[in-house]
């Protein structure tokens, strides 16, 4: 089945390039030039598997759209954004984007982006064993989270980084590893992704996000008790 993946921009221009590139690569494509109509796409009943978001568009703008995207799911999010606009990338990983893309940039770059989180997506999709510490529970197979039997939304990154930070309980782990372990990026990437989407994991977690421990100048670990 292909994927399906959702382009807003509302430069029709940079939009049109993207959804050829996308198309040639064999993924369905969908077009929207303002928040609201992303929304409108968001409400249909084909899902969509992963979002490219404009930050500055008219009607709804990239963030307040992205907002209302991760109330609804957890499918991976690319925000655009003009070079030297640092708050909008610190803004975006803390609402819920999953990467970060600066115009001007590379087709061949955002597209490799773009399969590398849909392979991710897919494959941590599959069948795996429910897991867990404490009163907090992660199923991978249905990408859920409990805490106490009650569920809490993660994006999809932050998902991931919960369930490496479980996989290796006890262990310090760098945000080195993090970073390769989650987002696989041949580019490279901007560490500090890490630290905003650790925050943002705690906060969610209330008090089992205790057991994230900063390790500092290493990284982080997941206690096996709470402190």
Sequence with gaps: MQNRILIADDDREIVEVMDDALR????????????KQVLEQLSGEKPIDLFILDIMMPEMDGLETLRHIRERTDAPVLILSARGREIDKVIGLRVGADDYVSKPFSVDELMA?????????????????????GALKLDPSSWTVEVDGKPVELSGKEFQILSYLLINAGQTVSREQIYAAVWKDAFGGDLSTVTVHIKNLRDKLGAEGRRIRTVWGIGY????DLP
């Design 24 to 35: 040639d690569e064999g993924f369905e494509t969908v077009r929207a030039y303002n928040g």
């Design 113 to 133: 982006r773009v399969g590398a989180h849909l392979r991710r997506e897919n494959k941590h999709r599959q069948s795996a064993p429910v897991t867990g510490i």
């Design 221 to 224: 670990r997941l206690e096996r």
